[in-house]
């Protein structure tokens, strides 16, 4: 019996000693992702290489054609390539040198434009010129913005959403073509109210078009809304077939939202706050703003907030269009007696301008 513990005992050790030399040579390496360029490809386009560490990995050094190479920059010269990327894992410390080759042969314009982005929008009052060129000056430069004749160094300067078509054209006969799209914005975006309730409505009450100076507070009309008894009673803005005109898809460049209330009596309401129903928070609950009546007065009242303090996810202020899950409730409730509030000036604004 003591025989076999013994040869058991060496046996454990044996295979200890054998697994922690493989383990330990089974360390960890780094690894990395490349995305825009492929090796042994051959690209008749403009190429953008981006690379990135995986977890674990840390990023040492990146050169293209033996020089320094910054990921995420373009490349439009016509030639070969090797880009070397010298990464290390955090744990293990081992290294690893991952290499790509590929070559550009682009044989039609190469269109540069600078002086304007894609997808991005500038707050008014701003003046955007877009510069247009390619990098051989024989090639014809044709330009369309939102589908007119543009003509080289025009400022654009009006509120709209545009779209700049660049189309360039080589003495081979070659086309290429760079659609950019922007938006130059007001700093403040009203919903505007009109001579109807066009947009404007109610759940469990009425909304009416006012015009009685004394509940106006800018413009020549304001909105009448007068709530149900012990019921939720919402003014409401944008619902199903009620689209409000000034309703826009993308509010991601506003940061704030501010509207009047004319309260008559304050005694009279039990419940004020503003619900904001997206994609991610729907009619079973809404982003929520409540309000202190305590901080309300009979009269006038400005309704200002921010809304990350509402929000729950600031990402569906990116898309508010064409959806009949967003909409504005205003709910004023009353438990014991039906109440009147007048509503007027509502906007969205960048507070920073």
Known sequence: MRKFRTHGFLVVLVVSVLLSGCFGLLKPEPNITVTGIKDGMTYEDP?????????????????????????????????EYTLKVV?????????????????LNINKPIITISGVEDSKYYVAPVSVTPVIGTLDPTDTIVVKLNDEDYTLGTAITEV???????????????????????????????????????????????????TDPTYIKTGETSLKFENQLNNKAAFRIHRRTNYHPDWINDWSPYDRFSFWIYIVDKSK???????????????????????????LDNGWNRIDFAFEDMMTNMDDLKTMADN??????????????????????????????
């Open 47 to 79: 190429v953008t290489p981006v690379i990135t560490a995986k977890k674990g990995t840390v990023i040492k050094e990146i050169t293209l054609n033996e020089e320094p190479f910054e990921s995420g920059t373009e490349l439009i010269e016509s030639k």
């Open 324 to 353: 009949d899950d967003i909409w504005i409730d205003i709910i004023v409730r009353s438990n014991i007696e039906t109440t009147t509030v007048y509503f007027d000036d509502f906007f969205m604004y960048i507070s920073e301008h």
């Open 160 to 210: 709209a959403d545009y779209t700049l078509v660049v189309t360039a054209t080589n003495a081979d006969n070659k086309t290429s073509e760079v659609t950019i799209s922007f938006r130059i914005i007001s700093p403040k975006h009203e919903l505007k109210i009109g001579s109807d309730t066009t947009g404007f409505g109610a759940d469990k009450g009425t909304t009416t078009v006012n």
């Open 87 to 103: 990464a290390e894992h955090e744990s293990s410390k081992k290294t690893k040198t991952f290499e790509y080759k590929f070559t």
């Open 269 to 295: 309401i039990d419940t004020f706050e503003f619900r904001l129903y997206t994609v991610s928070n729907k009619h079973d609950k809404g982003n929520t703003m409540s309000f202190d009546l305590s901080a």
